[in-house]
């Protein structure tokens, strides 16, 4: 029979080096990014835009694009705050995504921030088995997964650039709380730390607040040890310096006070629905939901033992999910208010570290809780009701997300690009002033709108969706079958939008043939065509002639359209080319518009969207493959928490 593993093996469990530690959880931290990035994506795809909206029109093409293009983007620009908030590495990130691309793509955006988060977490659950024990990954694997594939921060996932704001907060917070708690003063680690620390002011306004959680878990280690106090100065110098940063560093907004907690009342009752985090309607629960965080702190403060790294770390953790919930509780917790869907991914370690302290407490510490080892089964039972609770409430608040909130984003984005293909088209600015606010880009002021997108600077970067296309102008001579606006019904597309059908209506039985004079030469490497009908079935087809070497490149969509609209994506000539289509007869029509201009790296995340079922196989594949190396080295057929 296997032995069991005792808490003290699991306390001198030699720590791996750094690369054996890698080669032993390579494949279910491989996994876990995976499975969080194919969710990402599947989202992505499905309710995503290339349009940019909202705030982004200032804090990207008035505050960095247009500067930088015009040859005037200074250093103090990158620092201009946004509401409370200074976007020093959001700006930088932005513009880095769009010089590499030559167009702004809000989907592009989104693809770079799922890598980014899923890398974030991933690398997390790596450092965190390192610290716990390699035997512990299959009990820390499920709360990581959850916070990247679930869809409850989905206003983060598809929020594009502006919201990696966010995401840089999450990176650098949990940066200076591993190195500034894990490594002594003066240290190269606790240097790395330092520099996170002052990163994150410029993320989030809330930034600072990762230096409370420092401080704060300093003053619990000074508890634990007073005569350590010296060793702490630095620490606890760096964490008010940091934090009287953040304050004076805080823009003030005005109009903003109507948001905030206007009693003590307002504010507990909203610091009680982030605490109580997925049942945000439940404040009391919060009580529940911080149990375990709570009893793992006292354990920590009353043992004699000194690296207790894990504990630290998951407490540090959970310190600043606790100030974080506050900041909001207090900022945005008018009329005790829920939380904001863009303040999920932080609140989703509420759960994380509440796993953390479960598994760190059933293994390491099951000497010490009550009723000792003889009824462990009622942890074990607790820690199961525990944990199928926070799934329920993460069901129920995907579940309002998927019905009712993301669809209201997706139609106010169909609207969006509508208003602004109409505006594009007529330079009319009744087209956007005589829309309802949501069916705007800038909903504050349809004037300032119609001047961006008439500023020959932003014209030059539109995303492909409203980029004014390619004029095509037909061959009459060598054309016969297509006609203007043919096949596809108006009330489908855009006024003033030309699109060619081969139902000329007319009964003949001969092919129809489109050929177009010679059209302009992309200054981008990509063309998109929009094409519906029968377009890769026999008797149908479409093609781009270069032509100077007279080479043709086939254009085929990624499904068959029919009665809808499906983009083609086709490498763009070097030169001028001409466009040729033939449909054999009217049953097997086809009918396509102009191509837009395209950007390499908005080729390669629409790529990445349709294969996020990949991703997710593969990951699921490389779990599967690091469960079964975790049962045969292991011998054991329940992981980490013994038998009684």
Known sequence: MNAAITPADLKTEPKPSRWRGLREHLGWVLSLFLVGLGAKLW???????????????????????????????????????????????????????????????????????????????????????????????????PPLALALALPFAWENTLGGGLYTQFYFLLVFSLLMIWFMLLYPPWSVGWWVGVLAGVSVLFTAASGFLAGGAVGGLTALELLKRPRTWRKHLPTFAVCGLIGIAGLLLKADVPHHKALQAHSPAEFLIALGNNLAWPWIVVPPYAAVNLFPLALLGWIYLTSKEEQLNAEKVTLGIGAWVLLQSMAAAYARGAGGGLPFWRYMDTSSFIMITGCFSLVLLLTRYRQRLWFGTGRLWLWRVGAAGWALVCVAGLWLLCDRALRLDIPEREFFQRMQLKTTREFLATDDVNVILHKPRNYRLRPDSAQIEAELLRNPIILQILPACVRKPLNVIPDEAATHGFTLHGCMPPARNQPVEPWWGSCAGTGSQAPSVFESKPVQKSSFPFLQFPVAGYLGEPGVSMSITNSPSGKAEAVRPSRLAENRWVDAIVPAPAGEFKITARAESEAKWLAFKEPRELGRLSVWTVRMVAAWKYFVIVGIACLCLSLALHREKSGLGTGVIPPD
Request: charged share 10%.
């Open 43 to 141: 989202l992505i795809g499905r309710s995503g835009t290339t349009l940019p909206f909202w705030d982004a029109w200032d804090a990207e093409a008035v505050w960095t694009y247009i500067p930088w293009f015009e040859g005037h983007l200074s250093l103090p620009d990158l620092f201009h705050p946004l509401n409370e908030h200074r976007l020093f590495f959001t700006h930088l990130y932005c513009l880095a995504l769009l010089l590499l691309n030559g167009q702004w793509d809000n989907q592009l955006q989104m693809a770079a921030n799922a890598i980014i988060h899923s890398g974030t977490v991933a690398g997390l659950g790596w450092s965190m088995a390192r610290l716990m024990g390699r035997k512990v990954w299959p009990f820390i694997w």
